[in-house]
């Protein structure tokens, strides 16, 4: 009997890897275990709301801003935890599953120069099965604010935030920008920094070159 050539042992090793369900060294993940996998994720689902939400209203205050601020708007920024096991893994090495996201949008009133007022929620959604892998809880992180001095998107956006602890412990926040990017400083359209006070990048800068913005929240009977 002739002895079997190397080739034709390779195409045979090849085809039973084939017939196992082998990944092709083309798919991305099977070639790099850490590719991103988010383009295996389903859509995001509709998210079900909450008949009775828990009201808090959130009030933001300036000080010493350098100009008027005609566009200010309101986040609420909702997620599931990372890694949550009642929802999809997407595979990969780390076994990486999909997360629920979610920006609502809140209204903010001028009540004068300086001061405005919304209605944020921090039980927006409803516990709930998206996917048959158990109850998914889509909770609040933060409520963030956004001000433009006209809203055009080439000027700096100023953007701070409330985190869900400080919203439920009704701790004021206190923080400030540079006068010197208003309305367009060296970051163009992009968020510049904000310095918050008891941190270190607020200890490295002047009070005197900053304008205030305080944010606080309080919950409503």
Known sequence: MKPISLSVMALFLAGIGTACGARSMSDPIASNP???VKHRAPPQPELKRNPTPTPYEITVTLKDAPGPFASIKGFMQYETKLADPCLPDLGGMAGTRMRIKENVPFELQQVNVD?????IYTDLFEDHDYFGLGSCHVG???ARVELRPTGATTESAF???LSLDEIQKQTPMHSGFLKRQYPAGTFGGASV????EGTQMRARVDGKDLFGIELVAHKRN
Not at 115 to 119: F, N, S
């Open 34 to 36: 850490y590719a991103d």
């Open 115 to 119: 001061t405005y007022r919304g209605v």
């Open 140 to 142: 609040l992180v933060a």
């Open 159 to 161: 953007v701070e935030y």
């Open 193 to 196: 920094p904000s310095f918050r």
